[in-house]
């Protein structure tokens, strides 16, 4: 089946520093990634979505600059929180998209202090 | 544009019982529909889907969902819950006339089976 690998499951940081959070995708081609952040006791967030080779298309009210998102490969996505603050502390669960449909992967925590 | 709405923030039901997580939907066209589950600090498993055919879909551990164009819902249902069904329950969307076809979720329904 689809296994889609996120790396890493947690994540301490120092505020102003930046975080790459990795999503491959293990046996099978992602044609779209998707990156989502969660809130306690709330939903996914769609943040953006990605194509391989081609720029990120997110979602309204989530900054580009901030949370930039790289697609290289039709195996990995990539999502870098630049210049984190508390704020930004929160689950970050990446999905993708093939064959068998959408497959996620198993969520980072990001703790900024 | 689409949604989902899960009224229930959580379903309390007893070990051996039959359990219901409610789901509905709305979308123009036909949709895909989906049933995932979240444990604690995890990310999202697969239940199961329903995109075109039977009305009632089979999923993983038992789970299954019945689609009522009708009444544009998508309930989530099983005969005999186990105490190990308690999780994080999500239903979402995938519009067809979407180009990269995301998700939209609802707001999750936790269920707590106790036992």
């Known amino acids: 089946g689809a296994v889609v690998s996120q790396h890493p499951s947690r994540v301490i940081c120092k505020s102003g520093t930046s975080v790459k959070i990795e999503c491959r995708s293990l046996?099978?081609?992602?044609?779209?990634m998707f990156w989502y952040r969660q809130f306690p006791k709330q939903s996914l967030m769609l943040m953006a979505t990605?194509?391989?080779?081609?720029?990120?298309?997110?979602e309204q009210g989530v900054e580009k600059d901030k949370f930039l998102i790289n697609h290289a490969s039709l195996t990995l996505s990539t999502l870098t929180v630049t210049s984190a603050h508390p704020e930004d502390s929160s689950f970050y669960i990446c999905s993708a998209r093939g064959a068998y449909g959408y497959t996620f992967g198993s969520g980072t925590r990001l703790t900024v202090v | 544009a689409q949604s989902v709405a899960q009224p229930e923030d959580q379903v309390n039901v007893a070990e051996g019982n039959p359990l219901t997580v409610k789901c509905t939907y709305s979308v123009s066209g036909n949709p895909y529909l989906f049933w995932y589950v979240q444990y604690p600090n995890r990310g999202l498993q697969f239940l199961l889907k329903?995109?075109?055919?039977?009305?009632l879909v089979k999923g993983s551990y038992g789970f299954e969902a019945e689609f009522n164009k009708s009444q544009t819902s998508f309930h989530l249902k099983k005969p005999s819950a186990l105490v190990s069904d308690s999780a994080l329950y999500f239903c979402?969307?995938?519009?067809?006339?979407?180009?990269?076809?995301?998700?939209?979720f609802g707001t999750g329904t936790r269920l707590l089976v106790s036992p």
């Open positions: 046996d099978f081609q992602a044609t779209t």
């Open positions: 979402a969307v995938g519009p067809m006339n979407t180009g990269f076809q995301k998700l939209v």
């Open positions: 329903y995109i075109t055919g039977d009305n």
């Open positions: 990605s194509n391989e080779g081609s720029k990120a298309t997110y």
